[in-house]
Each structure stands twice: as C-alpha cells, then as structure tokens.
C-alpha cells in the first residue's frame, strides 16, 4: 500500500522542522527511534517519514 513521499526530518544531525511537520513526527517520536537504534543524532546523515510515521535512517560514516 502507498504511504506517501517520504519527509526528510533528519539532514546531517539536524532535525528538519518543515519534514517533521509534514509528515507529523515531532522530536520526541526521532529521539525514541534514536533510542532504540542506540544511536545519537550527530551520528545520522539522513532519516525520512512517511504519512504512518514510519523512520528510516542513513548513518553517517566514520570521519565524515
């Protein structure tokens, strides 16, 4: 089924306000999927949303 683009929320460690607001994911809903994932938010390149506020990340690589 269809769930919508994606909105990026995370760019770079940086939450994306415009992405999280179109997709209705707040900071709370990143910092407990970064929890999960044992991860910081410095430590992922890119994460996106969909309309189902479904995650997925890109971790930045090492030295970059």
């Given amino acids: 089924?269809?769930?919508?683009?994606?909105?990026?929320?995370v760019n770079d460690?940086?939450?994306?306000?415009?992405?999280m607001s179109e997709c209705g994911v707040n900071?709370?809903?990143?910092?407990?999927?970064l929890k999960n994932k044992r991860l910081k938010l410095k430590d992922?390149?890119?994460?996106?949303?969909?309309?189902?506020?479904e995650l997925i990340?890109?971790?930045k690589e090492a030295g970059i």
């Fill in 1 to 9: 089924p269809y769930v919508g683009m994606p909105c990026i929320v």
């Fill in 13 to 19: 460690g940086c939450y994306n306000k415009a992405g």
């Fill in 27 to 33: 900071k709370d809903d990143i910092k407990k999927y």
């Fill in 44 to 53: 992922v390149l890119l994460m996106t949303a969909n309309e189902k506020k």
């Fill in 57 to 59: 990340h890109i971790k």
